[in-house]
């Protein structure tokens, strides 16, 4: 059963009578080209609306796929610059570690001499020797840490 019938059947029901031919003729009569989509457009019309659509479509597939690309260019970079990164961390971890031991070994040398000077089991010419060698182990101590304060600043 269509639902011309049910309607009228419906109709028929509540109000006991109605026009069959009317409905039918309102019906025949009714513009298959009036689709709710493409309201009043002919066959024509329809297709290079339709075809628009389509290039719009491929379009944006096109466009969505030259982003998606290049984002995964950009990801690689973006990787490949975070390994840099992380080796020129390692490096700069490892040339922090050289002078700070740099002025550990200074330092310790520094105590040494001290402990030279003060036990007094020198002659005065090593006396004098250990004195300058204490002044140029302190200007390198004191070089080390402005190179020091370079890297890390």
Do not use: C, W
């Not at 002025?103 to 000077?117: E, G, H, Q, R, W």
């Not at 182990?137 to 190179?147: A, F, P, Q």
Request: glycine share 6%; hydrophobic share 30%; charged share 30%.
């Amino acid at each position: 059963m269509s639902h011309i019938d049910v309607y009228y059947m419906k109709n028929i029901n509540e109000t006991g009578n109605h026009d069959r031919n009317h409905h039918q003729n309102r019906h025949n009569n009714h513009n298959h080209n009036d689709n709710p989509f493409f309201p009043g457009m002919n066959l024509g019309e329809k297709d290079m609306l339709l075809q628009n659509v389509e290039a719009q479509i491929e379009a944006k597939r096109a466009m969505l796929l030259k982003k998606r690309q290049h984002l995964e260019h950009a990801s690689k970079e973006n990787e490949f610059l975070g390994m840099v990164k992380n080796d020129y961390q390692k490096y700069y971890d490892y040339i922090i570690g050289q002078k700070k031991d740099q002025i550990k070994a200074m330092n310790l040398l520094k105590t040494y001499v001290d402990d030279l000077i003060v036990t007094g089991k020198m002659t005065d010419a090593d006396l004098q020797n250990a004195k300058q060698d204490q002044i140029s182990l302190m200007g390198e101590v004191g070089k080390i840490k402005k190179s020091l304060d370079e890297i890390v600043s």
